[in-house]
């Protein structure tokens, strides 16, 4: 255990990266490190933060000046780059998904085994204090027996043909990989492992933008070994958009809404109430847990076979949608 702050490295300097930074800046730690092989974007974060800049992430690690980093680049070099650095006794707290491939997350799992060092997959939604208060009502019986789970995270993502997200190379994946695996995780975080795993995807050609390599939308089924279904929806073609969760009991009712931040329960379907919760910011509140776990004063809430098992689950559904395929 130690009470000392740890020095911080940050590879990948896009949005979700700035995110991390934020993040550690919430809980007193300003990242001394930062890769990014976009000379403009490290620029502007050295610019902004300070630290030491590296084109490879590969040669910050290699470095031996950081005790944690972030891996916020493409999935493509997750496994690499967390593997580089667990072997090294650097602690990880990776970005979703935990890798490009299944394969890819099982080599990552291995060096964890191997290593004993600390890695954690950016299941951010895990931490949201509605989501935690949902759990904590789960689990005293509250909604009664679980019997299904909808969740729907789906709006327009004007960027998604001109960026990574839609080169399968660099993602493994589309909106199914991207979004969706933050579903997966919360139907086995609030309700279970999944037994049972399809899915069906889709891109096409719309007035929002060009057929993707990628799925831009896609639905999933998820079954747990007794009997309680997910259904998991997601799309980044329907500007209208969706982010909300609920999950059905035979004792009730709750709908988290993350449009509003509202969580309600009903136990009669027409009588709605709203919980209270204390606001959070999810992001703060996970990277103050990755803290506990470093200094020793606590235990991963998502852990590598966290991650592994959410890959898996990818991979079964990806598998079932090119099965699905008509002809």
């Known amino acids: ?23 550690w800046q919430a809980n007193g730690v300003t990242p001394v490190a930062f890769a990014d092989a976009n000379p403009a974007a490290l620029g502007a974060v050295i610019a902004e933060y300070g630290g030491e800049g590296y084109a490879d992430g590969l040669d910050l690690i290699s ?37 490009r491939t299944l394969v890819e997350a099982e080599r990552m799992a291995a060096a964890v085994e191997r290593t004993g060092t600390l890695l954690s997959v950016g299941f951010c939604h895990r931490f949201q204090p509605q989501i935690e208060t949902l759990k904590a009502m789960i689990d005293r019986g509250e909604l009664g027996t679980v019997m299904s789970f909808r969740n729907r995270f789906a709006g327009h993502k004007a960027d998604a043909a001109t960026t990574w997200f839609s080169n399968p190379e660099l993602a493994g994946g589309g909106v199914l990989a991207d979004t969706s695996i933050h579903s997966i995780d919360l139907f086995r975080f609030l309700v279970g492992d999944a037994a049972g795993v399809a899915a069906m ?24 070994a007794d009997g309680a279904i997910g259904v998991i929806e997601s799309s980044w073609r329907t500007p209208a958009g969706e982010w909300t969760l609920a999950v059905h009991g035979t004792k009730g009712t709750a709908v988290m809404d993350y449009g509003t931040m509202a969580l309600r329960v009903s136990k009669d379907g027409t009588t709605w109430e709203e919980v209270p919760v204390e606001p959070g910011d999810r992001f703060a509140r996970e990277f103050a847990h990755f803290l506990a776990c470093w200094r020793g004063d606590a235990s991963p809430r998502v852990t590598a076979a966290d991650g592994l098992a959410a890959n898996r689950i990818l991979d079964r559904a990806y598998r079932s949608a090119t099965e699905a395929l008509p002809g």
């Open 1 to 23: 255990m130690t009470e000392r702050m740890p020095r911080v490295g940050v590879i990948g300097a896009g949005s979700i990266g700035k995110t991390h930074i934020r993040a």
């Open 63 to 99: 470095a031996d000046t950081i005790d944690i980093v972030s891996i916020c680049t493409p999935p493509r070099f997750h496994a690499d780059l967390a593997i580089a650095a667990l072997d090294a006794g650097i602690a990880v707290l990776c970005e979703k998904p935990m890798a």
């Open 201 to 224: 995807t889709s891109t096409r050609e719309t007035d929002l933008g060009p057929t993707l390599e990628v799925d831009d939308t896609a639905a999933m089924l998820l079954q747990t």
